[in-house]
């Protein structure tokens, strides 16, 4: 039986040893996101245990990009299944089968007329396979909080003003590419008028209530949030933005308009999630920006720009401004 002492040196260097344990724990976790059970370490020396080896580059970046690849996935899952129901509708309800490009034409043109509600079915699959998946997620990290508390509301409340002056900012500057660019423009609002038209009400449902949901537990809440433990917030701003951004184009290429303020909005919207880390709130201030493409309809016509776009600033800023001093219990980025 072995009655020796640790010398005061082994013991110290048994203390380092278990620093060096926890600090690689710490950083595996970080990288992860998993929690794992730490030892206690015995009162006089001793080794501790292995830590797992770190995740690979390729598994630490797919499990950035999965969540999105999946909403993704659903979205054109949901098209071509509906697309499939309308071409074997048309199929069954016309008796002439002769002429093709009629009968595409014709499924083409139903398509777009209920492009908004599969908008909203794919959203709506995509919530309720997401949101319990962050939900456990945020509950196992604790990074993220989800809880409209009394000062997250107020905080929200805010952003409510300045996402619409940052829409009309952003708006401004799209036309003022389109007044140099107007073949783009036109292709951008033929696009445009071709997804609502027929479907306004649908569509305000989606971008105002669906999109902003869905859209913010994707790229803020997953793929920021996990951006955030490998490379710190900085990085998962604009990773997100990135994302955020890809994910708005399509096999047209005006859509690089549309992902270009969709990028410049997402670094926005990362920067108040990383403000306060609670995904309501840029889900509330998303939903504010989109929610002003209607509500400035509602002004008059003969407002000039050179009035309205000073406002939007003023509006924006003063807000934002509002919103950073009274976010400041958060470190700073």
């Avoid at 999630?273 to 998303?286: D, G, L, Q, T």
């Amino acid at each position: 039986m072995d009655n020796h002492e640790p010398t005061r040196e082994e013991i110290e260097e048994s203390r380092k040893q278990w620093d060096e344990y926890y600090k690689r724990l710490a950083e595996y976790q970080r990288l992860t996101g998993q929690p794992l059970q730490a030892p206690i370490p015995p009162p006089y020396g001793g080794n501790p245990p292995a830590v797992p080896p770190k995740p690979s580059l390729f598994r630490r970046i797919w499990h950035v990009a999965w969540p999105p690849l999946l909403y993704l996935g659903i979205m054109y899952l949901v098209s071509f299944a509906a697309a499939l129901l309308i071409t074997v509708g048309l199929v069954l309800q016309e008796s002439d089968l002769s002429d093709v490009s009629a009968l595409t034409d014709k499924a083409l043109e139903t398509a777009y007329r209920y492009s908004s509600l599969m908008s909203i079915a794919a959203a709506a699959i995509g919530m309720a396979v997401l949101i319990p998946i962050y939900l456990k997620e945020r509950r196992r990290t604790g990074e993220n909080t989800v809880g409209a508390d009394t000062a997250t509301v107020k905080l929200a409340a805010l952003l409510l003003p300045c996402a619409v002056g940052m829409y009309i900012i952003l708006i401004y500057l799209v036309n003022f590419f389109f007044a140099f660019f107007p073949d783009v423009g036109n292709d951008y609002n033929e696009l445009m008028n071709d997804i609502i038209r027929g479907q306004t009400h649908l569509f305000a449902l989606y971008s105002v209530l669906f999109a902003p949901i869905i859209e913010e537990i994707v790229y803020r809440g997953f793929v920021q949030g996990r951006a955030r433990r490998l490379l710190g917030p900085r990085h998962a701003i604009f990773i997100s933005a990135a994302v955020f951004g890809a994910a708005h184009l399509s096999f047209s290429a005006v859509t690089l308009v549309q992902a270009a303020y969709a990028a410049a909005l997402g670094i926005l919207l990362g920067w108040v999630y990383e403000r306060r880390r609670n995904i309501i709130v840029p889900i509330a201030m998303h939903m504010a920006f989109n929610a002003s493409n209607y509500l400035l309809r509602l002004l008059p016509e003969d407002i000039p720009d050179v009035f309205l776009l000073p406002v939007g600033l003023i509006v924006a800023f003063v807000f934002l401004f509002a919103f950073h001093h009274y976010s400041k219990e958060r470190e700073p980025i």
